[in-house]
T-cell receptor, first 109, second 116 residues
């Protein structure tokens, strides 16, 4: 079993739709959680950190469920510019950081 | 936000030659930097963790004598691909650890290496 698992997608949704991704992790001692966004042939960029209490940034909401060992990302009112690959990242200390393989999202007009 | 630069952004080299890629944290000090490789349509694969002033820690399957990493200062890490082969052609991305808790990764723009 992979340490961090994501549904690879692709998710193909219409503009304006709400879409959610989950990411599961196997190490219960994991301490830090992030969502990154990667556009084609570009480097990943930090989208948001995921806190125990959950956090929201505009149309994006991230949640952490420690009991079930997953994090989620919800995108509301999706825009064409949201099309990208979304990477789940789980950290167990400063030097142990694992990337998920990414979920591809495609927003259609 | 924290900025990381990489140089060069792309390079074409002949088989058998060596290529050095630089990774710099421009506005923060990165005690720890990471080197990743990404093949087309695949996820990032961690190659090694680079700590300032000490030897890098390589992931399983990554040859330390082929991929030389030097992290001589808090703002610079270098990756040298020695005796490059066509199968080393890939997108190499570095990142530095920063942020308030020192656990957020900030990525460089990547270096696209093509070995002919």
């Amino acid at each position: 079993r992979k340490e961090v698992e994501q549904d690879p997608g692709p998710f193909n949704v219409p503009e304006g739709a709400t879409v959610a991704f989950n990411c599961t992790y196997s190490n219960s001692a994991s301490q830090s959680f992030f969502w990154y966004r990667q556009d084609c042939r570009k480097e990943p960029k930090l989208l948001m950190s995921v806190y125990s209490s959950g956090n929201e940034d505009g149309r994006f909401t991230a949640q952490l469920n420690r009991a079930s060992q997953y994090i989620s990302l919800l995108i509301r009112d999706s825009k064409l510019s949201d099309s990208a690959t979304y990477l789940c990242v789980v950290g167990s200390g400063a030097s142990k950081i694992i990337f998920g393989s990414g979920t591809r999202l495609s927003i259609r007009p | 936000g924290a900025v990381v630069s990489q140089h060069p952004s792309w390079v074409i080299c002949k088989s058998g030659t060596s290529v050095k890629i630089e990774c710099r944290s421009l506005d923060f000090q990165a005690t720890t930097m990471f080197w990743y490789r990404q093949f087309p349509k695949q996820s990032l694969m961690l190659m090694a963790t680079s700590n300032e002033g000490s030897k890098a820690t390589y992931e399983q399957g990554v040859e330390k004598d082929k991929f030389l990493i030097n992290h001589a200062s808090l703002t610079l890490s270098t990756l040298t691909v020695t005796s490059a082969h066509p199968e080393d052609s890939s997108f190499y991305i570095c990142s530095g650890l920063g942020g308030l808790a020192g656990s957020e990764q900030y990525f460089g723009p990547g270096t696209r290496l093509t070995v002919t």
